[in-house]
């Protein structure tokens, strides 16, 4: 992950501590959360602890950065929609300028901090071609600024043994020993097994026996992705270059100062969802991180190197894939692996 997308994840988590927790708190209640198809356990679960337990500190530091864009888009959801209003022509690739009196009109209207903060934090978090400017506003104007993200001590991978009393393993040891007696009396009572006479069988006539029946095993389903909202209304899931391993062009999200003149790569990338204009993929890199999971079949589909796809989704061109090359498709398994 390079550092512009670090400091993107780190700004999507920081905002829920820097909007009131109360409206956090009211968007969760308002979702419905009810295990279904739609849901995925990685976006389902914490959104369902933080309806419990409560804690939107605790959810914005430790929660799968899936589940945290997830909550942002719900909350940005309806000053974003009012914001692209405002800026009416200017809404794909708006100057810092006409943003910023976007920003400003948007506030006029009623809507709070609050709002802008998010609307400003899921455009950085969904590499929109306005996130420097989103960005710059964020570090400029003291009202949007976002606290620090808390340091979150990581537990244990091994929890410390606890002590077991002489009588606790007293009685363990004895229920051992009533279990090994019931074996030993229940495997006395059967009856023997038949043997093979000498000059015969004692195989049962194949008339007087009916084959058992055999159910086949069902195939595996590849699992429904869940999209947000706003990539519903873009992308089709089930679009027949969902699940395909291709070579595009990923543009930085970030300017970088030793290659001023580069601005986009070419990467391997795995695609969940598109549409005829654009795709929504999540880039494969070569080095480990948190936000990102092994990508398990990155032998078979031809990369050179052991390589780890991210969480992160990135939008980008679909230009009749002419000039993309793909790799492979993942097989059911994999993809299920991966969502």
């Not at 003291?142 to 808390?150: M, Q, R």
Request: net charge neutral.
């Amino acid at each position: 992950m390079t550092d512009a997308s670090a400091n993107a994840n780190n700004i999507v988590r920081a905002v829920f501590l820097k909007i009131d927790p109360e409206v956090t708190l009211r968007t969760v209640d308002s979702l419905d959360l009810r295990a279904h198809a739609k849901v995925s356990a990685v976006v389902g679960v914490p959104l369902r602890q933080l309806q419990q337990r409560r804690d939107v500190t605790a959810f914005a530091t430790t929660a799968p950065l899936a589940a945290v864009r997830g909550l942002l888009e719900v909350l940005s959801l309806a000053p974003l929609e009012k914001t692209i209003e405002l800026l009416g022509d200017h809404a794909e690739s708006p100057t810092y300028d006409q943003l910023s009196e976007a920003v400003d009109q948007l506030l006029a209207l009623g809507s709070s901090n609050d709002d802008v903060v998010a609307v400003l934090a899921y455009a950085v978090g969904a590499s929109f071609p306005a996130a420097p400017h989103c960005r710059r506003l964020l570090e400029e104007r003291p009202e949007f600024s976002l606290p620090a993200l808390p340091d979150v001590v990581a537990p244990a991978v091994l929890a410390a043994p606890r002590e077991v009393s002489a009588e606790i393993r007293e009685q363990r040891r004895n229920r051992r020993e009533d279990e090994k007696r019931k074996r030993k009396s229940a495997s006395s009572a059967r009856p023997p097994r038949p043997t093979k006479a000498k000059g015969g069988s004692t195989r049962p006539d194949a008339a007087a026996t009916k084959p058992a029946s055999v159910t086949p095993p069902t195939s595996e389903e590849r699992r429904r992705l869940l999209l947000t909202p706003l990539e519903t209304s873009r992308f089709d899931a089930e679009h027949p270059l969902v699940g395909a391993v291709l070579v595009v062009e990923i543009p930085f999200d970030a300017h970088d100062p030793d290659q001023p003149d580069v601005k986009s790569k070419d990467r391997p990338v795995l695609v969940v969802a598109a549409s005829s204009e654009e795709l929504l993929v999540r880039p494969i890199y070569s080095n480990p991180s948190p936000a990102r999971t092994l990508f398990q079949p990155w032998r078979r589909v031809g990369l050179d190197h052991v390589s780890y796809v991210a969480d992160e989704r990135v939008v980008v061109a679909n230009a009749g894939l002419e000039p993309v090359q793909q790799l492979g498709q993942l097989t059911t398994p994999e993809w299920n692996s991966l969502t």
